[in-house]
């Protein structure tokens, strides 16, 4: 009994792999080197879970409370995180000259939320040397700023821990009031939020853009991700700009330059980024619920953002349209998107939906805080955003450890939830079909 090997499922080993790693790095930032002032066991859980999977989410302020280990520390978990456990270990078998085997593929595959296990290990070479070239360009310019603010030591820490937070998607900043001191700054602006769009748009993107010359020979799901990001950034940057623009917390005091780069960066940030410009608990209800649907949406696949996806939510409105028109299949840049797809987007949707709102109604139950916030707290955590509303450090260990489970169930995705529960088979039968009343 003891000598039977112990078969796992791709979900079922990522999900411990995750769970390991996660606790390796409590134990460490529990550590008395790690922190300035001592931390509860509970909150090093929840820090180094909200940095593995790169949601941001604090329940102590990263600057203060860490020493430069622990915030070393965290940007290593980061790091792990954003480009995943699985494509370290695929990096190291390949420099130690070993073959990756199929089920290791398979991991790879659950890992990057790829559709095919062919090209994974092609992929996972190339996201590593875009990532670490991208952060290095991203570090040269951001020390740029920083090192004549906070001299060369400081400036390249700053500049280091940032450029590897903004990336990954993370949200983690080493201020307590995040990036709202460089409100109007361009180079912080364009550096910082072109760091998490490159990192949430999805690795297959950037290398179809990278071997692809025009825009017409990229994949379909290239394309989608690109047009996607593009509206849903202006449409979320007008929608902004509009709804706070007489905000006297918020937007009403800046000038329209200000103004303009605040709600460009409040716009295309809660997709998963986390970091921000303005102060979250003083936005309007309006903003805050627009932010929440835009936090639920999330980044793209393969990407080092969460949520549904962008891509999902447009199958979703595609699919909504298709069907109005009366037609029965999914058209887009002369490409036919098959129907097994809708299933799948119904299954993530729904299931994310389900795991939202079980977190809010039990956090609305042992919790004394505005439902809104609540909603906010656990959207954010789901779609690995990290924003809040500054309820984070005042929730209960209960509530924590339900932030932390959306949190593991927000970077591994809800479908690697379901098959770590249960294992799908394909049917051998079939009955009879009929119709039912809908609507």
């Not at 998490?196 to 394309?223: A, P, R």
Request: charged share 10%.
């Amino acid at each position: 009994m003891l000598n039977k090997t112990i078969r796992l499922t791709p979900s079922q080993l990522l999900t411990i792999i995750f769970l390991f790693f996660t606790t390796v790095g409590a134990i460490v930032l529990k550590m008395p080197f790690s922190t300035n002032e001592p931390i509860t066991w509970i909150d090093a859980w929840f820090t180094s879970v909200s940095a593995m999977t790169v949601t941001g989410l604090g329940v102590v302020d990263t600057g203060t409370h860490f020493s430069v280990f622990g915030q070393v520390v965290i940007a290593i978990l980061i790091q792990l995180g954003g480009l995943g456990i699985m494509s370290f270990a695929v990096m190291v078998f390949m420099m130690l000259g070993r073959k990756i085997g199929f089920k290791h593929r398979l991991v790879m595959q659950q890992a990057l939320n790829q559709v095919h296990i062919g090209g994974v290990i092609k992929l996972v070479k190339n996201l590593f040397l875009f990532s670490i070239t991208i952060e290095l360009i991203a570090m040269v310019f951001l020390a740029i700023r920083w090192v004549p603010e906070w001299g060369l030591k400081k400036g390249l820490f700053f500049s280091f821990f940032h450029s590897i937070s903004a990336f990954n998607n993370a949200g983690f900043a080493l201020w307590p009031d995040s990036l709202m001191r460089y409100v109007g700054d361009p180079i912080i602006n364009i550096v910082i939020s072109l760091l998490f769009m490159i990192g949430g748009i999805g690795f297959t993107v950037l290398i179809d853009l990278k071997e692809q010359n025009t825009f017409s020979k990229l994949s379909l799901h290239s394309k989608m991700m690109i047009v996607g990001t593009l509206a849903i950034n202006v449409v979320a940057m007008l929608m902004i700009f509009i709804l706070e623009y007489a905000n006297a917390k918020t937007l009403a005091p800046l000038s329209l330059f200000d103004k303009l780069f605040a709600s460009y960066f409040q716009a295309v940030s809660p997709r998963t980024a986390g970091f921000n410009t303005l102060d979250i608990s003083s936005l309007n209800e309006s903003t805050i619920f627009f932010i929440i649907i835009l936090m639920f949406i999330g980044a793209g696949s393969a990407s080092t953002g969460g949520g549904i996806k962008l891509t999902t939510f447009m199958v979703i409105c595609l699919a909504t349209v298709t069907y109005f028109k009366g037609r029965e299949d999914i058209k887009l840049f002369r490409k036919t998107i098959p129907a097994s797809y809708i299933a799948r987007v119904m299954a993530i949707s729904m299931t994310s939906i389900v795991a939202v709102v079980a977190a809010v109604l039990i956090l609305n139950i042992t919790e004394d805080l505005p439902f809104l916030t609540l909603l906010f707290e656990v959207v954010s955590a789901f779609g690995t955003v990290g924003l809040s509303m500054g309820i984070t450090s005042s929730l209960s260990v209960f509530a924590k450890l339900i932030i932390i489970l959306v949190m593991y169930v927000g970077k591994l995705g809800p479908l690697t939830l379901v098959y770590l529960l249960a294992k799908p088979r394909k049917e051998k039968y079939k009955y009879p079909t009929e119709d039912i009343l809908t609507g």
